[in-house]
């Protein structure tokens, strides 16, 4: 079996699509897209991911299945509850005030843990005296390498469950969302989870798409790996439009693991003059201030 994850083109986060750089990668990407064979196409509800897909699907004809588990992965963390965690994001940290600006404000912000408890967004919203809480929900793995560095339980495939971080973000449970619906998909493929493998009930060379989102693509990844997710957040960045491949492995008869051909290519963009997105990514000095930090 051949699975392949690729991210959205470059966005505009506030609109939930893409930018007009986005749109030319998304192009690009069409114009590989019929010699990637996609198979079965899966696709995130996000915007950008739909509209990156869309130039894929009108360039091979197919039709995609739209699924929320494939959707970005962001968790609820309230630093409003949690204060002694914002030293894990130092003065990148969100206020209400800020998603009141954006398109829909904060009734429009997504997550698995608002998709599995619909009430959890009520702490954000004003009351009816006009007040709001200081922080917005905070994505859990934008941390700092200072805060990873003194938790290292976090890079850990077992003990970043049991971190104060990943509790605090629900981040087992919104993960166990994700991934009993991805492996269910595999299953039905042929491929049951076992451990750290998977059972080969029913090989086959088929392929497998999903368009979705760089923290998603890393989830995956670490699930695969047998990696803690953490070590992916913090050491991979899948820029926009990027292919990630991974294939099965058959070497004893019925036990298969997979394993990655490519992991966040962009071969397409570059070879076409088209320069990589700085989405995903953080200053690469310090001094570069015209970079994210």
């Known amino acids: 079996m051949r699975l392949l994850l690729i991210r959205h083109g470059d966005p505009d986060y506030v609109h939930d699509s893409l930018t007009e750089k986005g749109r030319r990668e998304a192009e690009l990407l069409s114009r590989l897209a019929p010699d990637l064979d996609l198979g079965e196409v899966y696709v995130s509800t996000m915007g950008r ?11 091979t004809g197919k039709t995609a299945k739209t699924v929320d588990w494939i959707m970005e992965f962001v968790t609820d963390l309230d630093l409003n509850e949690h204060p002694e965690l914002r ?49 917005a929900p905070r994505i859990v793995w934008d941390i700092l390498p200072s805060y990873l560095m003194e938790h290292p339980e976090l890079m850990d495939p077992e003990d970043w469950k049991r971190s104060d971080l990943a509790r605090a973000a629900h ?8 991934l009993s619906h991805f492996d269910g998909m595999l299953k039905e493929h042929g491929y049951r989870r076992d451990g750290l493998i998977y059972r080969a009930e029913a ?26 997710p953490f070590a992916i957040w913090a050491h991979y960045a899948f820029a926009p439009a990027s292919v990630t491949e991974f294939v099965t492995e058959e070497r004893e008869k019925g036990i298969a693991v997979f394993r990655a051909l490519r992991l966040g290519d962009i071969s397409h963009l570059t070879m076409a003059g088209e320069k990589p997105s700085f989405s995903a990514r953080f200053c690469e000095t310090y001094d570069s201030f015209d970079q994210r930090h």
């Open 171 to 178: 981040v087992e449970e919104c993960a166990g969302y994700v």
């Open 203 to 228: 090989s086959n060379k088929k392929t497998i798409t999903c368009f979705c989102h760089l923290g998603l693509t890393c989830l995956l990844v670490a699930h695969l790996t047998d990696q803690s």
């Open 49 to 59: 991911a739909q509209e990156t897909a869309s130039f894929s699907l009108k360039a």
């Open 87 to 135: 030293k894990a994001y130092g003065q990148d940290t969100p206020l209400v005030t800020d998603y009141e600006k954006r398109t829909g404000g904060l009734s429009a912000h997504k997550s698995y843990w608002k998709l599995l408890h619909p009430d959890s967004i009520r702490p954000y919203i004003r009351d009816p005296e006009g007040n709001a809480p200081k922080y």
